[in-house]
């Protein structure tokens, strides 16, 4: 079962999660594989496509807020494009489409930013928007300050977290065809450091000790291997890393709580987009394959319209025959 974990390190400014996707994140390979014009995707873009589901379940556990999260990359390179959602309840999805072919073993440069102009994205889409309120959305290249190309999804995440969210972030990730897992630890601000009673030496001192606090459970979590992240059930995990610390772990998220696959398309979105593409260009596709078919990337749902769907769609409701069966 998929589960979240929250966990705080008592009277210290730290604060970490731990996701393990197993059911959910089989489920959304499985899908693919399912895809008889697809098929499923090639190793190494599961593997990024899974740390980028676990990551994407932290992120959204780390906030508050109504509204999906979505993480994309824009890539330039064989993978174009990679997207994770995670509502706020942590239903999920996730899909990505490769355009060249993948060979085993490329990293993150090449799969998706061989000439430096891939994107990574988190937008912010509330649930229910205010007249005129946009989606938040922050973007951040897959570079560092230098300009090198970062080499890990982890990097490219805790480089925004820091630039966004101006808080120091540490992401451990890992994914393969049964589990996407991931490890985050977050410094907190420390409460009274802008205390003006305080002496600026105590100032000091109080921000020197959180820093190592912060430094040394940052450590720990890098010592994770990747075998471990992926293999060991949550308590194992973390009694291993932090036995030393004050450990205080919140009640898991799993079940109906926790991360899991749902798909959000519904067949009266596709006929809102047929019908947003207009009566000329449906009866176009119409004339050309005889019904439209719309897929779903994400889950794989296929959806068909035939000649007598379309001219319903384009139909005013009160001239349309009564369906058989219903009540005039
Ligand atoms: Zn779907």
Not at 74 to 82: I, Q, T, W
Not at 147 to 154: R, Y
Not at 286 to 297: F, K, M
Request: glycine share 8%; aromatic share 4%; charged share 20%.
């Amino acid at each position: 079962m998929s589960e979240l974990h929250k966990f705080i390190f008592d009277g210290l400014p730290v604060r970490g999660q731990l996701v393990r996707l197993t059911d959910a994140w089989q489920e959304v390979l499985r899908r693919r594989a399912a895809n008889t014009q697809t098929g499923a995707w090639p190793p190494v873009v599961a593997e990024m496509l899974g740390e980028m589901a676990a990551a994407t379940v932290l992120m959204q556990g780390n906030i508050k807020f109504d509204g999906a999260l979505i993480m994309q990359i824009f890539g330039d390179g064989p993978l174009k494009l990679a997207v994770a959602e995670v509502q706020p309840d942590l239903r999920l999805r996730a899909t990505a489409s490769v355009v060249q072919s993948v060979t085993p073993g490329m990293a993150l440069p090449e799969l998706v930013n061989r000439h430096g102009r891939g994107r990574c994205a988190i937008t912010l889409d509330p649930r229910r928007r205010r007249e005129g309120q946009q989606a938040y959305q922050g973007v951040v290249p897959l570079v560092d300050e230098g300009g090198a190309p970062l080499q890990t999804l982890a990097s490219v995440l805790e480089h925004y977290m820091r630039q966004s969210e101006q808080l120091d972030t540490t992401l451990v990730l890992a994914a393969d065809e049964q589990v996407a897992a991931g490890l985050l630890i977050q410094r907190l601000p420390v409460q009274g450091q802008d205390n003006l009673s305080q002496s600026s030496v105590a100032r000091e001192d109080a921000g020197s000790a959180a820093d190592d606090d912060y430094q040394r459970i940052r450590l720990l979590a890098h010592s994770l291997q990747r075998a471990e992240l992926l293999s060991l059930d949550a308590d194992t995990l973390l009694h291993r890393l932090f036995w030393q610390e004050p450990l205080l772990r919140f009640a898991p998220l799993a079940g109906h709580q926790g991360p899991r696959f749902a798909c959000s398309c519904s067949r009266e979105r596709v006929a809102a987009m047929l019908q947003g593409l207009g009566q000329p260009e449906a009866e176009s596709i119409l004339a050309e394959r005889g019904e439209i078919e719309v897929g779903c990337d994400f889950c794989g749902q296929q959806q068909r319209f035939d000649a007598v769907d379309v001219a319903r769609l384009f139909t005013p409701a009160a001239q349309q025959s009564p369906q058989p069966g219903s009540v005039q």
